[in-house]
């Protein structure tokens, strides 16, 4: 189905890398699979200066890209940075625009390990790296972090997960299911087999509810911090600021990569228990938690951050909470920034 | 529409007394408006020795009972306490039982301000009482003790809102809106006009989803808190409490409830600044807040609490978080009850 929103020009430029015949862990399989990524700078000739920057639900390589520039810890004239989009996420091969028998409704089920070893694909076999310096993502660009540190432990020297957990926790799984659940109560969501691109308006902006009930912290709220972004009223916010973000995505690739972060559990590739499997990580991992996230508190990054040798955590204690990730407020740009300086100069094991 | 839950037999023994044709502050009037009530203990013979525990959102006198025994805080050998159940709550003149021209969803909107005026006549009409010892109630509770600390300076002593605001947040109208537009998703909703009082029951699952969502904190989850009360799985812990608690309700009592607690605001009655109305408060008060609540945090409460003058506030640390009132774990019950001895044992003015 052709949905504009999904463009070189909204999130570009972006470019594909051909999976082939792709084997998911679900059994299935996805036809001439494609990988949408972005990426700044050069690979060394010793093809170990690579950073992965995964990216988060219902993003794109391009909400990310601000971190990356000359000066910035992600800096494309030191490092070679690439983005991958997850898989389903409108770029990348996606319910939106697979042919059948794979398209809508009828897409396969995908795994953050499934992500993980396309990344991995396009890292090896595009580009030939041999180690990452840094492996970092937000929210589910955390989820894949912590499958990297897990599924790929001889490549990945540093990792960052942002406001992200390496197994998701029932509270955060129940949040999934509500926000899908606001989704799926549009009779025009039809089971996923609406025929229009923006068919399930009232669907999308009831998600987009959801998402802003939790998304910030309540003392954002009642400073009313959507006066900083020059946005008037709490109607204003609502509708100016998230169910704009929205509104134009398709809903099955959303619930495709729901349904990822629901399942999300790197014990799944381990097969040992959460603390054996975080206890084998090896890469020095840098923690970072927003201190009053309401979905991904501070609490459950603090419990799994300490199972890992070595690691460190680091909050970043902005009213903006899960979403201060945007770096919307330019303390929390720069502090986060500062933090993955410090964690890219740290020491680590090979 | 007959509606069985709402029954002597479910939160009974209460009372009713007619208020006879009750005028609401939205300029409507309600015919034959009763206001159903429980209560306890023996009124003093100088009248002085009456508590006021007004109730929450979706709950009867009977949610709120289990605090009210010999030898606890709220002891009716010594006091006289009258349990009020809200308008629209379903024991009282509500949406499912109002007849034509105010039923279902031709019901007249209600505000905190009208419960707690009908709540003083049944109170000073009825039972001729002069002063109250203590008023008390959680959340919508809280609303309806901060009004009558307002409305009636003369005749409240001491003051304890649990987990409730005197002035709802942004972030807390947020809360609503998102339950409400949950319950009203399910097309068999119908905009009120369901004929059938069990038809919603989609809605009433999804509202409870919303309920669980943010009504226990997020190491609550973690902890998988509920084999506390023996029941196995998150699933399990969804549809056996929480669905169980919604399902047989009627849902434009609820959305009458709702649209109140969104309303709420301490100022109408004052015409003042949220500083000035609460500065002017008389009343001793204790302000108890549920630590880990993520819809009337703590800090909101407290927000509030600093402008009162002579005021307390008093934490209650529970993973149940806001839904720590229900008193299902034995220290919460206890901390609640102690703080409430400790303020009927407070002095205060007159």
């Not at 001439?32 to 170990?48: H, I, M, P, R, V």
């Not at 955590?313 to 919307?328: D, I, S």
Request: proline share 6%; charged share 20%; glycine share 8%.
């Amino acid at each position: 189905m052709e949905n504009e929103y999904y463009s070189q020009e909204n999130h570009g430029p972006y470019s594909l890398f051909e999976l082939g015949d792709f084997q998911l862990e679900c059994g299935r399989t996805l036809a001439d699979c494609q990988l949408a990524y972005s990426c700044f700078g050069e690979l060394n000739s010793e093809k170990t200066n690579a950073i992965v920057f995964t990216v988060m639900f219902s993003g794109t390589n391009k909400a990310m890209e601000k971190y990356i520039g000359k000066g910035l810890a992600l800096d494309p004239e030191k490092y070679f940075i690439v983005v991958p989009n997850q898989l389903g996420s409108g770029l990348s091969t996606s319910p939106h625009n697979a042919p059948p028998p794979d398209e809508g409704p009828d897409f396969p089920q995908i795994s953050i390990g499934d992500d993980v070893r396309a990344q991995h694909r396009l890292l090896t076999e595009k580009f030939g790296v041999k180690s990452i310096d840094l492996v970092l993502g937000w929210s589910m660009g955390g989820q894949q972090t912590y499958e990297w540190c897990v599924r790929y432990p001889e490549m990945v020297r540093r990792a960052a997960p942002i406001g992200g957990t390496a197994r998701t926790t029932p509270h955060d799984s129940l949040y999934v299911e509500v926000f899908c659940e606001a989704l799926k109560s549009d009779p025009a969501w039809e089971h996923g087999r609406y025929t229009q691109p923006h068919a399930v308006e009232l669907g999308l902006k009831r998600l987009a509810h959801v998402f802003a009930l939790m998304g910030n912290c309540t003392e954002f709220y009642r400073q009313e911090k959507w006066t900083d972004l020059g946005i008037a009223s709490l109607d204003g916010y609502l509708s100016g600021f998230w169910e704009t973000w929205f509104k134009p995505m398709d809903p099955n690739n959303l619930l495709c990569m729901a349904s990822k972060w629901k399942r999300g559990d790197v014990c799944a590739v381990s097969g040992k228990s959460l603390k054996d499997t975080l206890g084998s990580i090896r890469a020095k991992v840098f923690v970072i938690a927003f201190t009053q996230d309401m979905f991904i508190p501070l609490t459950d990054c603090k419990y799994e951050q300490e199972m890992i040798p070595g690691s460190e955590l680091r909050q970043v204690p902005t009213l903006w909470g899960h979403f201060g990730m945007l770096g919307l407020a330019q303390e929390d740009f720069d502090l986060i920034n500062s933090i993955l300086s410090e964690a890219l100069q740290s020491p680590c094991a090979a």
